[in-house]
């Protein structure tokens, strides 16, 4: 069968075999299909499968029969089975989305939830290759750059789709020659959603009087765009690297007439790369604010500043930073030594820092943790005095409760979206080795109470 030969193919590309999947299951025919491929796949390539299925709670019945539909596959299978009901309609509500947007943000929350809780590698979806030319179709008419025609990917993270190159015949096909039953989604006929409309009306209108191989071009479309994409962010790290500036303090930063020798395209897609790095993500960060930025650094002025979503970018001659602002006022710095049953007040950001200590019997106190992100305790046998409260300076690093490994503080606080403009004002408490406490955030491993300790240090910082 061709489906079969084609997810064998997919499997060996991908490396999966032994892999953990979770299997995405609407109970819709690709899902249905994809479901039954894999299971008859899965001692050839050791395959451990398990069933997720969301109730959107959109349809009413027809939503708890889907549910019960696909538990019965997956008993019948001898398949684990997850199985959950979400209210979307709500959440699209409250955040002022449309119910696709809603619904699809639900169901990949629920799908790498379950996933990481149950230490599943992959999560399998059923996209097939009609699938991936609406997306492109739909991508285009928003106005997409090469990103948004790419259109979906085979394997995306976690996130795999083996029948990305089969046809939606194809799929209906094995599924009438197996006698194999599946659902009907009535809402996948409702033209007022934007991809029944692509599906249902726009394409078939392309095939009868343009092109009977709309489906067929749109997809290669997608294939040649991603490869662009990959060949131009792969110039676009050189170039990434090759401008950035040595950092002192005042940002994530690039030399501006370097960065203005490359392509225009080779531009934009370095400027979101350091837009990156400076924030964390890319969230909110549109063409325009690029196209503005790069409008300002064409026009080369002795210096500019612009606000972008959750960070400030600014330029001094050269000298292009994310994250510093120019203004008068200088970075917070500050450094005091503080000792056990003290405290210190830090004007420069308006907290105050106090330690105490502390003997702990052999029956351990409940009352040494608490919950407040303020209120810390260590091992004070393993605190090596003197103890100060600082900002960051270059090159601080700390290994994370719970890790094994140091990690630069630099790249805690890019994990966590912290502001560049915010991390200079967060307290460390320090002693001889290193930080022991990002004040609000984490302490050290090396610090933390364990079995063996007989004194702890408890930390405080409130606002003054």
């Known amino acids: 069968m061709v489906l079969s030969e084609e997810t064998k193919n ?16 609407s109970g819709g025919t690709d899902s249905t299909a994809l479901l039954h491929v894999l299971t008859e796949l899965g001692p050839e390539f050791d395959l451990n499968l398990s069933v997720a299925h969301l109730n959107h709670c959109i349809r009413g019945e027809s939503s708890a029969e889907d549910a019960e539909f696909v538990r019965k596959i997956a008993d019948e299978l001898e398949l684990k089975s997850i199985i ?25 929350d629920f799908l790498t939830e379950v996933a990481r809780a149950a230490g599943i590698e992959l999560v399998a979806l059923g996209h097939n290759k009609n699938d ?13 750059g090469l990103r948004g025609l790419g259109g979906m990917k085979e394997k995306n993270g976690r996130y795999v789709r083996p029948f990305l190159n089969v046809p939606r015949k194809d799929i209906k096909n094995y599924l009438e020659s197996k006698e194999i039953d599946y659902r009907f989604d009535e809402t996948n006929e409702d033209t007022t959603f934007t991809r029944n409309r692509i599906r249902h009306e726009l394409i078939p209108r392309l095939e009868e009087n343009y092109n009977p191989n709309i489906i067929d071009n749109l997809f290669r479309l997608g294939n040649l765009a991603r490869e662009a994409r990959e060949f131009i962010e792969g110039r676009a ?46 969230e ?16 080369e002025p002795a210096s500019t500043q612009l606000d972008l979503p959750g960070i400030t970018f600014s330029l001094d001659r050269d000298r292009a930073c994310f994250g510093v602002e120019l203004t008068d006022t200088p970075k917070p710095c500050f450094c005091f030594e503080i000792g056990p049953e003290e405290s210190v007040e830090i004007e420069e950001v308006e907290v105050e820092i106090s330690l105490e200590t502390k003997s702990i019997e052999t029956e351990r106190d409940p009352d040494i943790f608490d919950p407040d992100r303020l209120i810390e305790t260590v091992d004070w046998r393993k605190v090596e005095q003197p103890i100060t409260v600082r900002n960051r300076k270059d090159g601080d690093w700390f290994v994370p409760l719970g890790m094994k490994g140091k990690k630069k503080l630099k790249d805690f606080f890019i994990d ?23 004040v609000g955030f984490r302490i050290d491993e090396r610090y933390k109470v364990d079995e063996s300790t007989e004194e702890v240090l408890t930390m405080r910082a409130r606002e003054i």
């Not at 499997?11 to 953990?20: T, W």
């Open 132 to 144: 991936q030319a609406e997306t492109i179709l739909m991508n285009l008419i928003r106005g997409a």
């Open 237 to 282: 790290e050189g170039a990434f690297k090759e401008i950035r500036l040595p950092e002192k303090g005042d940002g994530i930063c690039f030399n501006r007439e370097k960065l203005l020798t490359l392509h225009p395209y080779i531009q934009r897609v370095t400027i979101r790369k350091f837009l990156k790095e400076a924030r964390g993500n890319l």
């Open 10 to 25: 997919f499997i060996k590309r991908h490396s999966m075999e032994g892999s953990s999947i979770l299997v995405a299951v």
């Open 416 to 438: 966590l979206k912290v502001p560049i403009k915010e991390r200079d004002r967060i307290p460390l408490v320090c002693d001889r080795r290193g930080i022991i406490w990002i």
């Open 84 to 108: 959950e009901k979400r209210p979307v309609t709500q959440v699209a509500e409250e955040k002022s989305q449309s119910l696709e947007e809603a619904a699809r943000d639900v169901r990949y």
């Open 284 to 299: 909110d960060i549109t063409f325009s604010h690029v196209e503005d930025l790069l409008t300002k650094l064409r026009k």
